[in-house]
């Protein structure tokens, strides 16, 4: 046996050259042709990997190409689609309207597919523009479709329009940035399928935090994103201009990209009026022309060469996961006990996922915490004046209602300066109870996940993993505490009498006395109110930072356990050792074959 070995090995090693030599110079497609005869004779484990390498040598004989539209809620995405495809069926809402992706590609006629995530049976729809508009409403928007509750997977929907028919598929992804924390988690997992992005952004504001955390989030995952700024009918030339420098500069210094970086400029809202027509005025003013000529124009002319850019990760996560389950079976040839190496192998996929679903619920914080913060400005900005006009009004009520004089003014001042503060206080309770649903719907998902983590770890280790649930009570620890707050000054607001009072009509009077308090209001609110929002602000970082902690220990826990247990197997497999035979020579010779394509691959 040993000297068939060696014979194997020097056969082995004086053909290495002689394969390398072939793969220089290959295409993409070429290679993949390479590696497909390689494929030839390998352990049934591979088959999922070799499917998927057909599947991505299918795809650029195709063409087809994944392209995402992105962007923050309320950005105006589905209007672009509606738009740039002349349908009028994705619905637009003032709400956050996609809850589920929706896939947009060529078909000969215009149609809609739901699938479920379920059992149920697909729903199609087909011909009616209507019947399609009021499904998609049905099952993709939030509103009536809120956290997904009717476990749709996603929506396909095909049409006749020539902008597709040259294989380009556009994806509808859930807007993020919303108080909708899963929104943002679906928009993340789409990205892992698209070859390029439209990032749509807009002049109200012009770039967020959440959107340049997002946008840390999608390099990761796409290779080719086009920037275009919406609603550009709302803006002068001068505003525009400033905008565009605004965004440059934030993408250029912050996110590294480069400094003749290009900004397209649209009016979606126009675009969805021309309704398909090319040669409308909307059409033109709306400016996604030049979108369609330069960023769709550029995939055809360049479609080859992105597909094998955007594959070419793909090609090689086959290619390491066929290596890796050649190594297995080579492991099971020298182990006659093939069940401890398959635990072993599924416990090691098991890990890999535990550490990608850290890190994704990790990245999370950040954007569910910038979603909290949001919701926390657009409220308080809302409340302040309706505040100070609930003041005045009420002040105003007293001073007519009643004759004032030296005696009860001052009693009047105190009076309002304790409704003040107690209105204030009312806020602070009303808002940190909002902010906690927020929290708590987060927390609950990541929940969620953890659970179904531990369950699913229980099933490989025979045995519910020694690790703390985040239970109920810990979700409770992560909320803000709405401990009793006070403004930070009473509201010092001095009526006196004065010997002129007495000369002054009551009339006069009365309007002195609201004037001045008005006066006093306008200040003291404002003040207030930031106040308190610096209160709230902290307490919603300190209570992220909790969900972030509480996070890092418990997965923490669970990768030391699964670690711990594929050592364990480890050593058991490596005392089962048998001396292995031609078949795991072989099979080592695919291992080299598969690695010398790796070479060519950039």
């Known amino acids: 046996m040993g000297s068939q070995i060696n014979s194997y090995m020097v056969t082995e090693l004086s053909t290495d050259a002689t394969r390398t030599a072939d ?31 057909n599947d991505l040598k299918s795809r650029l004989a195709r063409g087809r190409l994944h392209l995402a539209v992105l962007g923050q ?17 994705l619905p637009t809402s003032v709400l956050p309207s996609t809850s589920v992706p929706t896939i947009i590609a060529y078909g000969k006629e215009l149609s809609c597919c739901v699938h479920f995530l379920d059992s149920k049976p697909p729903l199609f729809v087909r011909q009616s523009a209507d019947a399609i508009r009021e499904t998609l409403t049905k099952y993709v928007a939030e509103e009536n479709n809120p956290n997904n509750q009717l476990c749709v997977k996603e929506v396909e929907v095909t049409t006749p329009s020539p902008l597709l028919e040259n294989g380009t598929i556009l994806l509808d992804t859930p807007g993020f940035g919303s108080t909708h924390v899963h929104n943002t988690r679906t928009a993340l997992t789409v990205l892992t399928e698209c070859d390029a992005a439209i990032f749509l952004l807009s002049a109200d504001p ?10 840390k989030q999608v390099n990761l995952y796409v290779p080719r994103i086009f920037f275009v700024v919406n609603k550009i009918d709302l803006l002068s030339r001068n505003d525009l201009a400033a905008i565009d420098a605004f965004i440059t500069d934030i993408l250029v210094m912050q996110m590294k990209y480069p400094a003749d970086l290009k900004l397209f400029h649209i009016c979606a809202r126009k675009g ?21 000529t330069e960023v769709l124009d550029f995939m055809i002319r360049e479609k080859y060469f992105t597909l094998s850019e955007a594959l070419n990760d793909k090609f090689k996560e086959s290619i390491n996961a066929i290596e890796q389950k050649i190594l ?21 996929d098991q890990n890999t996922r535990l550490k990608k679903v850290t890190e994704k619920e990790i990245s999370l914080i950040a954007v569910e915490e910038n979603a909290v913060l949001k919701y926390l400005d657009d409220h308080l900005n809302a409340v302040k004046e309706p505040l100070s006009a609930e003041l005045t009004n009420e002040f ?8 004032l004089s030296g ?9 309002f300066s304790n409704l003040a503060s107690e209105k204030l206080r009312r ?7 909002n902010c906690n649903k927020t929290i708590r719907k987060a927390v609950q998902i990541h929940h969620h996940e953890f659970v179904t983590i531990i369950e699913n770890s229980k099933s490989l280790l025979g045995e519910k993993p020694s690790v703390s649930v985040m239970s109920i009570e810990k979700i409770d620890q992560c909320e803000m505490d709405p401990q009793q707050w006070n403004p930070t000054t009473a509201l010092e607001f001095q009526l006196t009498s004065q010997w002129i009072d007495f000369f002054k009509s009551n009339t006069t009077l009365q309007y002195d006395l609201i004037r001045q308090f008005n006066a006093t209001i306008e200040a003291y609110i404002p003040q207030q109110v930031e106040s308190l929002s610096q209160k709230i602000r902290k307490q919603i970082h300190d209570a992220f930072t909790k969900v972030r902690a509480m996070l890092e220990r418990d997965y923490g826990s669970l990768v030391k356990i699964l670690d711990e247990s594929l050592k364990k197997k480890n050593a058991a497999m490596q005392e089962r050792l048998n001396i292995h035979g031609s078949r795991t020579v072989e099979l080592q010779q695919k291992i080299e074959q598969f690695s010398s394509i790796k070479k060519y691959l950039s």
């Not at 295409?27 to 070799?50: F, G, M, R």
């Not at 806020?427 to 109870?433: C, F, K, Q, R, V």
Request: proline share 2%.
């Open 407 to 415: 005696k009860n003014i001052q009693s009047v001042a105190t009076m």
């Open 396 to 403: 105003s009520s007293v001073v007519k209602k009643y004759k």
């Open 328 to 348: 297995e079976e080579i492991n099971d040839y020298k182990d006659p006990l093939s069940k401890i190496k398959s635990e072993y192998s599924a416990i090691t």
């Open 206 to 215: 012009p770039l967020t935090q959440t959107e340049l955390e997002f946008l």
């Open 272 to 292: 969805a009026l021309a309704k398909g027509d090319f040669q409308s005025s909307n059409w033109i003013e709306s400016g996604i022309n030049e979108i369609k």
């Open 73 to 89: 809620f309320n950005r105006g995405k589905s209007t672009f689609l509606n738009a740039i495809t002349g349908l009028d069926v």
């Open 427 to 433: 806020l602070y309770a009303t808002t940190i109870n």
């Open 23 to 53: 793969l220089e110079g290959l295409s993409i497609d070429e290679i993949i042709d390479k590696a497909l005869i390689y494929c030839n004779n390998l352990p049934h484990n591979c088959n999922t990997y070799i499917n998927q390498i």
